[in-house]
């Protein structure tokens, strides 16, 4: 079992930066690949990035690659988000989510995960 919880969302200015962390609990989190999405309203959730159980692999949307960065740290359990030059289009609340079962392979979508995190809003103005 893997409980998340999101932090770091807030209203920023275009063009500005704001990182976003996954606090992870339970003895599987280092073997779990791990997701961010997001949604915003009156949308359809949509997937933002994903790093593999080791940290090696990781993917994202073409609407934020270049400027987003996925990494974890399983010795502290935790998954970031890095977000650079933000957008207007990037306001939404983001979600922190993961697969159950070790070693996983990451497989892109918007549904089915077995873990969420409660989601952090994030606020972009122009």
């Known amino acids: 079992q893997v409980q998340l919880v999101e932090s770091g969302g807030g209203l920023v200015q275009a063009g500005d930066s704001l990182g976003l962390s996954c606090a992870a609990s339970?003895?599987?989190?280092?073997?779990?690949?791990m997701y961010w999405i997001r949604q915003a309203p009156q949308k359809e959730r949509e997937f933002v990035a994903a790093?593999?159980?080791?940290?090696?692999?990781?993917y994202y949307a073409d609407s934020v690659k270049g400027r987003f960065t996925i990494s974890r740290d399983n010795a502290k359990n935790t998954v970031n988000l890095q977000m650079n030059s933000l957008k207007v289009e990037d306001t939404a609340v983001y979600y922190c989510?993961?697969?159950?079962?070790?070693?996983?392979?990451?497989?892109?979508?918007?549904?089915?995960?077995?873990?969420w995190g409660q989601g952090t809003q994030v606020t972009v103005s122009s």
């Open positions: 989510a993961a697969d159950s079962g070790s070693f996983r392979p990451v497989v892109i979508r918007t549904t089915g995960y077995d873990y």
């Open positions: 339970g003895r599987t989190f280092s073997r779990n690949a």
């Open positions: 790093i593999s159980w080791s940290g090696g692999s990781t």
